[in-house]
């Protein structure tokens, strides 16, 4: 088993007043030569957008994009046509392929939305863009690992053009549970949303997050009840 530490406080920092955002790996400009990315996984970004502001139309191509609401809710349009409103509890997922323009703004006026946008190289290129988007019962995360994208359209959860899977959890105090890697040759990033776990002899507190790969399967204990976010993908690809 090989592991890598990224504390809370190592991560890259903008506050542009309208938006305050931590990145787990280099962005924008945000620059880590030791922090590009994880294995398929590019971009983890956690944004605090302000009322009613938000990214102005802008164009991706050959991306698969996952944004999870954790506060608030969130604006979409893009051209191909969609628009609609991703609350917490939805998960919303894009695949730019042949290239996308989209904008997503702050749906509320009077509170602010706090957000995971993640970014994971496809291994496809050139694939016809699409959207969807997803409701999934908070209670299912609950000690268990509740499946929201995986490769295939007829599993649990949405789906993307990668050997990837995203899962969260909240677990109890007290609780341990083991999350079994999918396939040879992929690691899984693992953020800690809230709480205290020991996971792979570290200690994780708000938003510490661990890679790991080179094992088959991870050991998960909560010192204090919280939530995590489970992002498995190939390390190599």
Do not use: C
């Not at 944004?47 to 050959?62: E, L, Q, R, T, Y």
């Not at 628009?83 to 703004?105: D, K, L, N």
């Amino acid at each position: 088993m090989k592991t890598v530490f990224h504390s809370e406080a190592s991560r890259g920092h903008a506050n542009h007043g309208w938006l305050n955002a931590k990145h787990s790996f280099s962005f924008a400009s945000w620059q880590n030569p030791e922090r590009i990315h994880f294995g398929a996984l590019r971009v983890l970004n956690d944004d605090i957008v302000a009322p009613s502001m938000g990214f102005g139309k802008h164009p991706h191509d050959n991306m698969e994009i996952i944004t999870i609401p954790l506060k608030g809710a969130l604006k979409h349009q893009d051209s191909m046509g969609n628009s609609s409103i991703i609350e917490v509890g939805e998960v919303q997922v894009m695949s730019a392929g042949t290239g996308v323009q989209h904008s997503e703004v702050n749906a509320k006026q009077d509170e602010a939305i706090n957000l995971f946008q993640i970014w994971i190289f496809p291994n496809k290129q050139n694939v016809s863009p699409r959207y969807d988007q997803i409701r999934y019962g908070e209670e299912s995360m609950r000690n268990n690992f509740l499946q929201v994208v995986s490769p295939n359209p007829d599993d649990a959860g949405t789906w993307i053009h990668q050997q990837a899977w995203i899962h969260l959890s909240q677990l109890e105090e007290g609780k341990s549970l083991s999350y079994e890697l999918k396939q040879k040759g992929n690691g899984v990033y693992i953020l800690n949303i809230d709480g205290t776990f020991e996971i792979a002899e570290q200690t994780l507190n708000n938003r510490d997050a661990i890679g790991i790969w080179e094992t088959e399967s991870v050991t998960i204990h909560a010192n204090k009840s919280g939530r995590l976010l489970f992002i498995e993908v190939p390390m190599i690809f």
